[in-house]
Nanobody
Framework: QVQLVESGGGLVQPGGSLRLSCAASRSIFSMYNMGWYRQAPGKQHELVARITSGGSTNYADSVKGRFTISKDNAKNTLYLQMNSLKPEDTAVYYC???????????WGQGTQVTVSS
């Protein structure tokens, strides 16, 4: 079992920045691919950014150049640095871990990000 706990969400003005964190209950990054997803009201769940166990990253087109995913192996923590935020980035953001072999998947509880003036 893996527990994931997100933090760092909040209310920010357009153009502002936030950094989301996802703390894992144990050391998992060497065996798990990690991702950030989001869901806005009335919209589908969507992938925002992903980082593999080997460190390769990919991003949704809507956030390329503005968001950066990273991980700190020593702290068992995944991050999402979000810059130049837009109102359309408003959503609940979820952390996800998928085992690279078994494909077992774990989710955090989500953190709300609201971009509004």
């Amino acid at each position: 079992q893996v527990q994931l706990v997100e933090s760092g969400g909040g209310l920010v003005q357009p153009g502002g920045s936030l950094r989301l964190s996802c703390a894992a209950s144990r050391s998992i990054f060497s065996m798990y691919n990690m991702g950030w997803y989001r869901q806005a009201p009335g919209k589908q769940h969507e992938l925002v950014a992903r980082i593999t166990s080997g460190g390769s990253t990919n991003y949704a087109d809507s956030v390329k150049g503005r968001f950066t995913i990273s991980k700190d192996n020593a702290k068992n923590t995944l991050y999402l640095q979000m810059n130049s935020l837009k109102p359309e980035d408003t959503a609940v953001y979820y952390c996800n871990a998928i085992h690279s072999g078994s494909l077992s998947s774990y989710w955090g509880q989500g953190t709300q990000v609201t971009v509004s003036s």
